[in-house]
């Protein structure tokens, strides 16, 4: 079967670090991606993940362990824009499949 | 490039009525995803296309759910007798395909369906 779990809600406070964890069982493995998707709105895309290790883009970071089957985001700096949910996505025989999401709050 | 747009944005309907959603991709794109969305929820892939193929239709939801790419551009995704349980807000995204695959999809904004 196919399974994502990532953690269902996680509060920060602004200017602060977040990690947010994902494990995966899925049907094959050709990489691992990671969304933001504000209410109501269109996920749209943060990083990609194939190989292990770390991919770091500005404030937002995404490690990789294949052997794991684990990956994490981790978000630097927080800013209160930051307040949304993060997907966690792995494609394989399934072109992508979503975890439930993370809604982070970001707190002053 | 505006990236990718979907229309309506949003629908209401009565039960037991057909939809309709288009959804254009972005221009260079030659994969076309469909998805569905329910509240709390991660988007639950339905299908997709490579060029006017399709190439995935087994996760459609049941046989009241289709889509078309009849020339490997624009997409239709259509519910035919809706159900209450149809509403939800229905993603598309496009990639461009690359050789061992991870296609970065890029979603557009969405259709929400309501089912009265």
């Known amino acids: 079967g196919q399974n994502i779990d990532q953690p269902t809600e996680m509060t920060a406070t602004e200017g602060a670090i977040v990690q947010i964890n994902c494990t995966y069982q899925t049907s094959g493995f050709n990489g691992l991606f990671w969304y933001q998707q504000h209410a109501g709105e269109a996920p749209t895309f943060l990083s990609y993940n194939v190989l292990d290790g770390l991919e770091e883009k500005g404030r937002f970071s995404s490690f990789l362990s294949r052997s794991k089957g684990y990956s994490y985001l981790l978000l630097k700096e927080l800013q209160m824009k930051d307040s949304a949910s993060y997907l966690c996505a792995v494609s394989g025989n399934t072109p992508l499949v979503f975890g439930k999401g993370t809604r982070l709050s970001v707190i002053a | 490039d505006t990236g990718v747009s979907q229309n309506p944005r949003h629908k209401i309907t009565k039960r037991g009525q057909n939809v309709t959603f288009r959804c254009d991709p972005i221009?260079?794109?030659?994969?076309l995803y469909w998805y569905r969305q329910t509240l709390g929820q991660g988007p639950e892939f339905l299908t997709y296309?490579?060029?006017?193929?399709?190439?995935?239709k087994s996760r459609l939801l049941s046989d009241r759910f289709s889509a078309e790419r009849p020339k490997g551009s624009f997409s239709t995704l259509e519910i035919q007798r809706t159900e209450q349980g149809d509403s939800a807000m229905y993603l598309c995204a496009s990639s461009l395909e690359a050789t061992g695959g991870g296609n970065t999809q890029y979603f557009g904004p969405g259709t929400r369906l309501t089912v009265l």
């Open positions: 221009s260079e794109h030659n994969r």
């Open positions: 296309f490579q060029n006017e193929a399709q190439l995935e």
